[in-house]
């Protein structure tokens, strides 16, 4: 299964409303999951299950979808969001995960 | 604490092998798929293989890309994970990650990265 994300990168504002979206090339349910990486660092799940988040995660962060169409918003960007965001289908394997959409500060 | 530690990356050959280790603490190992994902210079994620809890009979998945050339493994007594990487390639040069399935459809837990280096 190929996952797509758009935009690839995007130049944001603090306080700015982010979306980013992912697509699968078949339906995955809901089995889709996203994370968060700086660089250095290892990722950081924030959402499961397509609309779940991840314990610890800040509110700000949400998910949605279902089937082939997900999108991830950040409904007011702060300073320690800018980082790069995956997708990952685990419906099939082999696990997949997206490009990634690289969140940079306007 | 939850807390996975990987060890053994390192510079190889092309044509070389190494073993990967990740060991466990903070959870109960045995009750968790674990997989190892892998990151090179400057891409994106790729998800390399992943050994099934012993409910599901430890069978093993892998990427097309290393299929039959690396074999990941665990030691449940000794809360342990590996990955031994035969006939590398320069193309296997990564960060390579020991990561715990969280049960619900995502990796929820992630080690700090072990380096290899393919290069003659």
């Known amino acids: 299964i190929q996952l797509t994300q758009s935009p690839s990168s995007l130049s944001a504002s603090v306080g700015d409303r982010v979306t980013i979206t992912c697509r699968a090339s078949q339906g995955i349910s809901s089995h889709l999951a996203w994370y968060q990486q700086k660089p250095g660092k290892a990722p950081n799940l924030l959402i499961y299950?397509?609309?779940t988040l991840q314990s610890g995660v800040p509110s700000r962060f949400s998910g949605s979808g279902s089937g082939t169409d997900f999108t991830l918003t950040i409904s007011s960007l702060q300073p320690e969001d800018f980082a790069t965001y995956y997708c990952q289908q685990l419906d099939s394997y082999p696990l997949t995960f997206g490009p990634g959409t690289k969140v940079e500060i306007k | 604490e939850v807390q996975l530690v990987e060890s053994g990356g390192g510079l190889v050959q092309p044509g070389g092998s190494l073993r990967l280790s990740c060991a466990v603490s903070?959870?109960?190992?045995?009750?968790?798929?674990m997989d190892w994902v892998r990151q090179a210079p400057g891409k994106g994620l790729e998800w390399v293989a992943r050994s099934r809890k012993k409910g599901n009979n430890y069978i093993t998945h892998y990427a097309a890309s290393v299929q039959g050339r690396f074999i990941i493994s665990r030691d449940d007594s000794e809360r342990s994970l590996y990955l031994q990487m035969n006939s590398l390639k320069i193309e296997d040069t990564a960060v390579y990650y020991c990561?715990?399935?969280?049960?619900?459809?995502?990796?929820?837990?992630w080690g700090q990265g072990t380096m290899v280096t393919v290069s003659s």
């Open positions: 990561v715990r399935d969280s049960m619900s459809w995502a990796f929820d837990i």
């Open positions: 299950t397509a609309s």
């Open positions: 903070g959870f109960i190992f045995s009750d968790h798929h």
